[in-house]
Nanobody, 120 residues
Framework: EVQLVESGGGLVQAGGSLRLSCAAS????????IGWFRQAPGKEREGVSC????????YYADSVKGRFTISSDNAKNTVYLQMNSLKPEDTAVYYC?????????????WGQGTQVTVSS
């Protein structure tokens, strides 16, 4: 059974940092891409970042480029999202999701989410 468990959210002041973790189990970690998404109240879910298992390629939404960094630790089956220079508009529930394969497309399995709140 695929399981994705996010952690690391919390309350931080604008300009601060948080590191989110996505612990994965139930599948061969090296064969799949994992993405981070977020959803703010009243807004649609948006893609934030993704890391491809096939070649380690990383992708970022324009709104987080230069501030967020995605990485993976294959030995721990964990993907991280380092978030720096946080802004109030980064406030959302953050989810990690498993793609259908090694590329960052067709996400089908989701974690329960972790709340990130950035105060001004």
């Amino acid at each position: 059974e695929v399981q994705l468990v996010e952690s690391g959210g919390g309350l931080v002041q604008a300009g601060g940092s948080l590191r989110l973790s996505c612990a994965a189990s139930g599948f061969t970690f090296d064969d799949y891409a994992i993405g981070w998404f977020r959803q703010a109240p009243g807004k649609e879910r948006e893609g934030v970042s993704c890391i491809s298992s096939s070649d380690g390629s990383t992708y970022y939404a324009d709104s987080v480029k230069g501030r967020f960094t995605i990485s993976s630790d294959n030995a721990k089956n964990t993907v991280y999202l380092q978030m720096n220079s946080l802004k109030p508009e980064d406030t959302a529930v953050y989810y990690c999701a498993l793609s259908a394969g090694p590329q960052c497309i067709d996400f089908g399995s989701w974690g329960q989410g972790t709340q990130v709140t950035v105060s001004s």
